[in-house]
């Protein structure tokens, strides 16, 4: 554990459109943390961010990073297929460790991160900013309170409405500075065994949308244990669109996943009881000062009216949130809210989404 009164020392991996964006200016702008360095492998953009951050050490490499002793946090954004051997790589050499999701491509790699962290000491979280999102939080809290209490009666439903749209609407177009003038090394293939080839570009898409879907699903039905399991999985060819039913801990919970053009973030969660509902709207993800709005509906009875009331929680930015929950939890030694550990279940639901909807790829055996 650090000690709280000390800054974190800290680096980052990656400085693409996400790391430029998001990232690296939350983790710059937070006083408990002192970032010393950056790692990108196209050189020429590693110089030029770290110049506009003011961050004096520039490396080509994640091994550079990893051998500084001076650094003690590293934050991670690399292709889905590279990010996780990265992430495993600087747990392994005593740092800890946050990064994007998702953690990893395949569940073997997700295995072997955890076992870096119980073996090596180096912590990691995964950035599920839907976990640190204010609204999310203050629908949990209802939850919890709903389920301890049984005010509202049998908890029927949960059920994540996913629709995207312009995931950038409202970014800032002056932050990323052009990231095309040389292109990274490809990322080595890392896939699950079993996957059909023709397949692999749909699972990635899928993975990396709705992983976040899948983890706040989880998160509110208290899942730490990893017992959720797929019960239905009704895709589109694509491989995207469509439904998933999954049952944590004995309530069905839906993911309803497809792609469209709105300008803006198509996105709520709604949780049903027999004597009401909880919903939160997300916000447009690029919005840094707006928390997802909650929704609370009492159906009302002995004579009871019905209560539909709407909250809205302090302006927040959720990937900010998650930057300082980050730092907080190295100073103190407070849990993660979305560690590693944790993070292994929405992998292995991923291949078990994908196994079934391979399988119906495949058509009836003759």
């Known amino acids: 554990m650090a000690d709280r009164n000390n800054k974190i020392r800290f680096a980052y991996v990656g400085c693409g ?45 994640h091994e550079e990073v990893a051998a500084d002793p001076d650094i003690e946090a590293v934050g991670v954004s690399a292709p889905y297929a590279l990010q996780g051997r990265i992430a495993e790589d600087l747990v392994r050499a005593g740092k800890h460790v946050f990064m994007e999701k998702p953690m990893a491509v395949t569940l073997a790699r ?61 970014a800032d177009p002056n932050v990323p500075l052009d990231t095309s003038d040389e292109a990274p090394p490809p990322a080595p293939d890392e896939y699950p065994d079993w996957l059909p080839i023709a397949l692999r570009q749909s699972y990635l898409g899928y993975l990396q949308q709705w992983t976040h879907n899948v983890n706040l699903l989880r998160f509110f039905l208290d899942d730490a244990e990893g017992k959720a399991r797929v019960a239905t999985v009704q895709l589109d060819p694509d491989g995207m669109t469509g439904l998933v039913v999954l049952d944590i801990g004995g309530t069905r919970a839906v993911v309803e996943s497809g792609y469209t053009r709105f300008h803006g973030w198509e996105e709520h969660t709604q949780v ?95």
């Open 17 to 61: 459109f996400v790391a430029q964006t998001i990232h690296i200016p939350n983790f710059r702008a937070q006083p408990e943390c002192e970032f010393l360095a950056l790692a990108e492998a196209r050189r020429d953009l590693g110089r030029r961010v770290a110049a506009r951050y003011g961050i004096p050490r520039v490396y080509g490499t």
């Open 272 to 366: 049903y009881f027999e004597g009401g509902w909880l919903r939160t709207q997300a916000p447009n993800l690029m919005h840094k000062e707006t928390s997802a709005s909650v929704e609370v509906y009492r159906a009302g009875h002995d004579g009871q009216p019905p209560r539909r009331t709407q909250e809205f929680p302090p302006p927040a930015w959720s990937y900010r949130e998650e930057a300082k929950d980050f730092l907080h939890c190295l100073q103190t030694g407070e849990p993660f809210r979305s560690s590693a550990e944790d993070t292994l279940h929405d992998v292995r639901l991923f291949e078990d989404i994908y196994r079934q909807f391979a399988a119906q790829q495949e058509g009836p055996r003759p």
């Open 110 to 170: 997700a295995e072997s991160l955890v076992a870096a962290v119980r073996q090596g000491g180096a912590r990691l979280m995964v950035g599920y900013m839907k976990r640190y999102d204010p609204g999310n939080l203050a629908l949990k809290r209802h939850l919890d309170e709903w389920r301890a209490s049984g005010e509202a009666g049998r908890l029927l439903l949960a059920r994540n409405h996913g629709f995207g749209g312009n995931w950038v609407y409202a």
